[in-house]
């Protein structure tokens, strides 16, 4: 399966027109969404997403994924729709999501997936980083989608399912700026 640019690409619209609330809001968000897949895709096919999810699950501060009293004040469908091909992050965008109890577990959730994808991002010669800093080849556009990809080839698979967390996951690396994130 290859990666489809043009739902990335449509993914990083909808994240475009998010209010500017800073990267909590990125945070909030990909710990809802995580969240939302943990409690309607309960076997996805990724040995590092079942095994950052269950870390973060774990700790105290972890977002409380099955609990309604909680998870009901949260957009949802965010799952069911990238698994059946649509997927969408719009419901994400709304700055109510933000709570320490989204905005930490988000981080968790961030530093989990970004072992093995700080290095394929920031070094090498081909790397996003090169590409963007050195090389000059990449507009903004450009490196939000290459970065996008990398985590895609890197932490998951080229299904519709795992765009949404890319590109949270890119949103968090481009808007830190990605000159901080490859700070070794």
């Known amino acids: 399966m290859e990666i489809d640019e043009k739902l990335l690409d449509s993914l990083f619209k909808e994240a475009d027109a998010f209010p500017e609330a800073g990267l909590d809001?990125?945070?909030?968000?990909?710990?809802?969404?995580?969240?939302?897949?943990?409690?309607?895709?309960?076997?996805?096919?990724?040995?590092?997403f079942n095994y950052v999810?269950?870390?973060?699950?774990?700790?105290?501060?972890?977002?409380?994924?099955?609990?309604?009293?909680y998870s009901n004040m949260l957009p949802g469908g965010m799952?069911?729709?990238?698994?059946?091909?649509?997927?969408?992050?719009?419901?994400l965008g709304r700055p109510d999501i933000?709570?320490?109890?989204?905005?930490?577990?988000?981080?968790?959730?961030?530093?989990?997936?970004?072992?093995?994808l700080k290095e394929s991002i920031?070094?090498?010669?081909?790397?996003?980083?090169?590409?963007?800093?050195?090389?000059?080849?990449?507009?903004?556009a450009d490196l939000q989608k290459d970065v996008a990809i990398t985590v895609l080839k890197t932490n998951f698979s080229a299904d519709p399912v795992w765009y949404p967390t890319a590109v949270y996951i890119t949103q968090?690396?481009?808007?830190?700026?990605?000159?901080?994130?490859?700070e070794f």
Request: net charge positive.
């Open 53 to 69: 999810a269950s870390l973060v699950a774990t700790k105290d501060y972890a977002f409380p994924y099955f609990d309604p009293r």
């Open 172 to 182: 968090i690396i481009v808007k830190t700026p990605i000159e901080k994130y490859c």
């Open 98 to 116: 933000i709570h320490e109890w989204t905005v930490e577990p988000g981080q968790a959730l961030f530093n989990g997936f970004n072992g093995r």
């Open 122 to 140: 920031c070094k090498g010669k081909d790397c996003s980083y090169n590409k963007y800093i050195e090389k000059r080849l990449l507009t903004q």
């Open 25 to 48: 809001l990125y945070y909030a968000g990909l710990a809802v969404l995580v969240g939302d897949m943990c409690r309607n895709l309960p076997r996805l096919p990724s040995e590092l």
């Open 79 to 91: 799952a069911a729709n990238a698994a059946a091909g649509q997927p969408s992050i719009k419901h």
